[in-house]
């Protein structure tokens, strides 16, 4: 997942991530390029909808850095 390159990479992004891809935060929220967001090998799932509403500037094109690969 887009969450687990960012471990990965060590990347400092702070606060990124904090519930490790249990989807009860929202803090891996990302905003896609249409083309990227159209490009994703799978729609959101229920839970992570549930979990989008709650993002900060949701948009069309949010996605879950957790959730998507
Ligand atoms: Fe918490 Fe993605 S890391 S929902």
Redesign the pocket.
């Known amino acids: 997942t887009l969450?687990d390159v960012v471990v990965n990479q060590d990347l400092n992004i702070e606060g990124f991530?904090?519930?490790?891809?249990?989807?009860?935060?929202?803090?891996?929220h990302v905003i896609l390029k249409q083309q990227d967001f159209d490009r994703l090998p799978e729609e959101a799932s229920d839970e992570e909808r549930d979990?989008l509403d709650l993002a900060y500037g949701l948009t069309d094109t949010s996605r879950?850095?957790?959730?998507i690969t």
């Open positions: 969450l991530g904090a519930c490790e891809g249990t989807l009860t935060c929202s803090t891996c979990m879950l850095g957790c959730q």
